[in-house]
């Protein structure tokens, strides 16, 4: 009779994990503007799916969303559902990382990375690093690219790069690694 309930127990335990992960919600936070020739992108990383890999480097996937399409937000009411959200992440005590560079504002990164978390927007691009915290490098490993409305997919496998201090990259570099080295000493 103990071995019936322990194997219910385990199960409702095992259901329930897999419940409260299916509810995890995205975390996309900005680290950045990116600017071609035919567009300007707000770039943002998944902080909820990034990785320590066994080699003890950063994996981690970005994306990249038209900027025009992102600040429609702020020609509109933004509704009570989403000011309550931000509000709620906010008395949690979270700042946006892109606060700290003095680009932009607490509300506005707020405001943005809530557009971004609403997956309505399709990426310009979609990439995923590898990082090195430790060595300051970093390379791209596969990704999407948007052209005419299709995706596209990219085999970057590029080589190890040095981080250019203060570009995108190096801000990439550092909210991931900031954000590893806060969950290790959880």
Same mark, same amino acid.
């Given at each position: !009779?103990?071995?019936?309930?322990?194997?219910?127990?385990?199960?409702?335990?095992? *259901?329930?994990?897999? @419940?409260? =992960?299916? $509810? %995890?919600?995205?975390?996309?936070? !900005?680290?950045?503007?990116?600017?071609?020739?035919?567009?300007?992108?707000?770039? *943002?990383?998944?902080? @909820?799916? =990034?990785? $320590? %890999?066994?080699?003890?480097?950063?994996?981690?996937?970005?994306?990249?969303?038209?900027?025009?399409?992102?600040?429609?937000?702020?020609?509109?009411?933004?509704?009570?559902?989403?000011?309550?959200?931000?509000?709620?992440?906010?008395?949690?005590?979270?700042?946006?990382?892109?606060?700290?560079?003095?680009?932009?504002?607490?509300?506005?990164?707020?405001?943005?990375?809530?557009?971004?978390?609403?997956?309505?927007?399709?990426?310009?691009?979609?990439?995923?690093?590898?990082?090195?915290?430790?060595?300051?490098?970093?390379?791209?490993?596969?990704?999407?690219?948007?052209?005419?409305?299709?995706?596209?997919?990219?085999?970057?496998?590029?080589?190890?790069?040095?981080?250019?201090?203060?570009?995108?990259?190096?801000?990439?570099?550092?909210?991931?690694?900031?954000?590893?080295?806060?969950?290790?000493?959880?």
């Amino acid at each position: !009779m103990l071995i019936k309930y322990s194997v219910i127990i385990a199960a409702c335990v095992t *259901f329930a994990a897999m @419940a409260s =992960a299916l $509810e %995890l919600e995205d975390d996309w936070r !900005m680290y950045g503007m990116a600017i071609t020739d035919d567009q300007s992108t707000m770039v *943002f990383y998944d902080a @909820a799916g =990034a990785s $320590e %890999l066994p080699s003890g480097h950063m994996k981690v996937w970005t994306q990249a969303l038209n900027s025009e399409k992102v600040n429609a937000i702020f020609d509109t009411e933004l509704p009570q559902t989403a000011v309550d959200k931000i509000a709620k992440k906010q008395l949690r005590g979270y700042m946006p990382p892109i606060v700290a560079l003095n680009t932009v504002d607490i509300i506005v990164a707020s405001i943005i990375e809530y557009v971004a978390n609403e997956n309505t927007i399709m990426p310009a691009a979609k990439i995923l690093y590898e990082l090195d915290c430790s060595g300051r490098e970093y390379r791209k490993l596969d990704g999407l690219v948007r052209v005419d409305e299709k995706s596209q997919p990219e085999h970057l496998g590029s080589s190890w790069a040095p981080v250019t201090p203060d570009s995108n990259e190096d801000h990439l570099l550092a909210f991931v690694c900031a954000d590893n080295a806060k969950k290790q000493r959880r």
